[in-house]
Nanobody, 126 residues
Framework: EVPLVESGGGLVQAGGSLRLSCAAS????????IGWFRQAPGQEREGVSC????????YYTESVKGRFTISTDKAKNTLYLQMNSLKPEDTAVYYC???????????????????WGQGTQVTVSS
């Protein structure tokens, strides 16, 4: 069973919105530090946002502040990333991840390789 399964990517025009979903199985998403990363072609994977419900910390990288929102649905055991006012530079493969370092200063990679989602492509056209 794959712990994290993503959906919701696609092609959107600049200024549009998308919501990414990451359904978790085998563990309770709210019990873990969770987050989103993205990787554009030829670039390193970067942390976008994370959430730690135990201490109330939510982090966003500067380039997405005010446009992206991370959230969870406890009943569905799912993590979301609502992305508004999308820009061409947001184009990347987006990955969810669990059991990650998450603080007000940023986020890190998960402790286990199977705590990565499979990735979903987001393409923003100008």
């Amino acid at each position: 069973e794959v712990p994290l399964v993503e959906s919701g990517g696609g092609l959107v025009q600049a200024g549009g919105s998308l919501r990414l979903s990451c359904a978790a199985s085998g563990f309770t998403v709210d019990d873990y530090r969770i987050g989103w990363f993205r990787q554009a072609p030829g670039q390193e994977r970067e942390g976008v946002s994370c959430m730690n419900r135990r201490n109330g910390i939510t982090y966003y990288t500067e380039s997405v502040k005010g446009r992206f929102t991370i959230s969870t649905d406890k009943a569905k055991n799912t993590l979301y990333l609502q992305m508004n006012s999308l820009k061409p530079e947001d184009t990347a493969v987006y990955y969810c991840a669990a059991d990650i370092p998450c603080s007000r200063y940023g986020l890190g990679y998960p402790s286990r390789v199977d705590y990565w989602g499979q990735g979903t492509q987001v393409t923003v056209s100008s």
